[in-house]
């Protein structure tokens, strides 16, 4: 018997792509299932200016192979010393959908992120008038915070004060991992949503940390306790317009993995799709799949939702999804759930 579902072509609301040969590895395994994604700008350097995100978004279409329709959806790395002229100049033109926070020193690539919150005040106000959302990666960096309580400190300690000292401005949580986190947004009015990673839906602290440490299961936030799995899936498959997918899918090659000082990152892209029809089956919840993934996306970035559709298959075998994928620096593992999976991208 095999049962199946079709939901409009789904998008990505933040993934990392990288650039040359890690770009050309990574690009397909997204544009298969996915219309468009929230490009992430944590290249080295980072992507801080318009004339940058052009001429990136120039280099991810010309990556992408013959035949396949995606759309990147450019984002802006903002700094101290950003441009408020040249971030509205950048969203008028239609380039750029969102720009990105990243408190310095909190992940991969983001040490030219923001430090005194004040030098960004002007950005933040601009983006306010002109309704451009701001993505935030919502941990503090601060040493003496422990690293499992760095999204909810964030919450209290940056972001709602941001967002009270500058109304209108419309915010997206990134990749949020804590109860704390859905708790505040449900508390909040629709300038706020948030993203929600498909690895967060699926793994604890400790699949990563107990009976050896595994680190393909290491990303950043990292993944919390038990509780705060299930309060996403509750957020997740609720259907709430202010829960949508952002798969967070960040490429590193196994070497730069398997460390003594291992990246931080899971990736995703290739079997996100079946992954997470099996969360939202589990959840008896497969009718909010299309909201996850397809619909609250784009309504909350005021864009059409996606004009094709993708259709997923549950079969009695389980789907075989490649244990890597290969790219010119080396391979990359895909994201292994750790148990079987019978969804299929039909
Ligand atoms: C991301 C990366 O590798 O660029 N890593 C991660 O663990 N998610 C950066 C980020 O989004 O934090
Ligand atoms: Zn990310």
């Not at 991992?177 to 839906?201: C, E, F, M, P």
């Not at 993944?223 to 960040?250: C, M, P, W």
């Not at 909010?288 to 996306?297: H, I, M, Q, T």
């Not at 075989?320 to 148990?339: K, L, M, N, R, Y």
């Amino acid at each position: 018997m095999s049962t199946s579902i079709t939901i409009p072509r789904p998008d990505d609301w933040h993934l990392h792509l990288r650039d040359g040969a890690m770009l050309a590895a990574v690009l397909p395994e997204t544009a298969r299932d996915f219309g468009r994604a929230i490009i992430m700008p944590n290249l080295v350097p980072p992507v801080v200016t318009g004339a940058q995100a052009g001429a990136y978004r120039d280099r991810i279409l010309a990556a992408l192979p013959e035949g396949m329709a995606f759309e990147p959806l450019m984002t802006l790395y903002l700094t101290e010393d950003t441009d408020p002229t040249d971030v509205a100049a950048a969203h008028a033109s239609g380039l750029v959908k969102a720009v990105k926070l990243y408190p310095a020193g909190a992940t991969t690539n983001s040490a030219s992120g923001v430090t005194n919150f004040d030098k960004v005040r002007p950005v933040l106000e601009t983006m306010a008038e002109i309704g451009l959302p701001l993505c935030t990666h919502g941990e503090v960096t601060d040493n003496h915070i422990d690293i499992f309580d760095r999204e909810a400190v964030f919450i209290d300690r940056v972001l709602d004060p941001i967002r009270r000292s500058t109304p209108g401005l419309r915010v997206v949580m990134e990749h949020i991992t804590t109860a704390n986190a859905a708790d505040y947004v449900r508390s909040q009015d629709s300038d706020l949503g948030a993203t929600i990673t498909t690895h967060h839906l699926i793994i604890n602290r400790n699949h990563i940390l107990a009976g050896g440490i595994k680190p393909h299961y290491y990303c950043l936030p990292v993944a919390k306790r038990e509780e705060h799995r299930l309060a996403l899936r509750a957020a997740a498959t609720s259907g709430d317009a202010r829960f949508f997918l952002g798969t967070d899918s960040a490429p590193h090659t196994d070497e730069n993995k398997l460390q003594a000082c291992g990246c931080a990152g899971c990736f995703t892209a290739t079997n996100t799709m079946p992954l997470l029809a099996h969360v939202f089956e589990e959840e008896g919840k497969l009718d909010n799949l299309a909201k996850f993934a397809s619909e609250n996306g784009p309504n909350f970035y005021r864009l059409p939702v996606n004009a094709g559709s993708l259709t997923l298959v549950k079969n009695e075998a389980a789907t075989a999804f490649p244990s890597h994928i290969t790219s010119e620096d080396g391979p990359v593992t895909v994201f292994d759930p750790g148990f079987p999976v019978h969804w299929k991208v039909a």
